[in-house]
């Protein structure tokens, strides 16, 4: 199971990112006591996760918190170092390695357009 984002300029500006059900859900699954549902609002916990350099990786951490109101977030470590908007971010869990981040750009096809 993979969760996907897509990056945003205010995902980048701001470090937060709404969690949506495709997060919630790899959590949920993976990581039973440390998932939103053991999140009281206003609280947060820290995952440890790698980004998969393609080569190897380099440790990073994901935070998932709720607002005081219930929104469930979460941001990435170092995240804006490596991800422009319009990037795809996916994070899926590896029994033997654990959270793994992999950003990958998005190319945008042209088309020539012949009258």
Not at 5 to 27: C, E, G, H, P, W
Not at 53 to 75: F, M, N, Q, V
């Amino acid at each position: 199971m993979k969760a996907k984002i897509t990056i945003t300029q205010r995902i980048l500006n701001k470090s937060i990112i709404d969690a949506n059900k495709s997060v919630v859900n790899l959590f949920l699954r993976n990581l039973v006591h440390r998932g939103y549902v053991n999140i009281d609002n206003g609280a947060k916990q820290i995952v440890r996760a790698v980004y998969d350099d393609g080569d190897g990786y380099t440790e990073t951490e994901i935070r998932l918190y709720r607002r005081p109101r219930g929104d469930k977030l979460l941001s990435i470590k170092g995240l804006s170092k490596r991800a422009t908007a319009g990037d795809i971010v996916t994070i899926e869990y590896e029994e033997k390695i654990g959270a793994v981040v992999r950003v990958s750009s998005v190319e945008i096809e042209t088309v020539e357009v012949i009258e």
